[in-house]
């Protein structure tokens, strides 16, 4: 097994950060491997923030639902899907895009860059001997972080990246066994063989949180889905990117 192989395998979601701000070095290294990932037709329909004004980190955190480590890190960056410059270059060029740009295809292609570019930057930071939390929460309150970040029309902050020097050790989470995520040929619809797995991975789960919590949580995989899954959340978003001039065809 290579270096590479163990770092992915050993992911694990850091909350708790040094009081240690990253290097320009590092976050010009981190940025450049996010460059490097695939993106589809060349289109790179995405941009990176970094955040570096503690006064704005400390809003992003409120913004996010009261995470602290959006505040407290080495570095924070935030991952958008942008189709901004793309306009730019339209209107440079005399060409009209919009059907292209406002079209449900290239709103996911944007998406995936943005989703590629992040893995990318993640795992050079785990290189480098540095942990990251990835941010969803930003999404509870996307009005307000468009604001704060000042993005134009066509970019849509999808997450964010909390990157810094870890301050503890944090357990690995059991993942869902890989006979449940990979298919072959096809996807596999044996309902009793798919349900037994599940079944076998809430036993895992709930030994984890059992384990972990010396026996102050024992809930199943299945259990946190379901309460996660039975009140929507975040219901404005359709309308806001159709604002933004995604997804409108």
Known sequence: ???????????????????????DE?????????QAASTSSY?????????KDQVKKETLATLAGEQGYVAK?????VFCADLHRHEVISNVENVDITESLES????????????????NAAMAAESMGLGICYIGGLRNNL??????????????PLFGLSVGYPAHSSSKKPR?????????DEYMQDERQYKEQ??????????????RTKGKRTDRWSEQMMKMLEQPKRMYMKEFIEKKGFSNQ
Request: some cysteine; glycine content about 2%; charged content about 20%.
């Open 1 to 23: 097994m290579n270096e590479i192989i163990e770092t992915l395998l050993q992911h694990r979601s850091i909350r708790k950060f040094e009081d240690r701000l990253l290097t």
């Open 26 to 34: 590092q976050i010009k290294m981190i940025v450049q491997c996010a």
């Open 43 to 51: 289109i790179q329909a995405y941009s990176i923030i970094g955040v």
């Open 73 to 77: 890190n080495g570095h924070f960056f």
């Open 104 to 119: 449900t295809e290239k709103f996911m292609v944007a998406v995936i860059d943005a989703a590629l570019a992040a893995q």
């Open 143 to 156: 009005v307000e972080v468009s604001k704060l970040l000042n993005v134009p029309k066509r970019v849509i």
């Open 176 to 184: 869902l066994p890989l006979e449940h995520i990979y298919h072959e």
């Open 198 to 211: 599940i079944k076998q991975y809430d036993d895992i789960v709930s030994a984890y949180y059992t384990e």
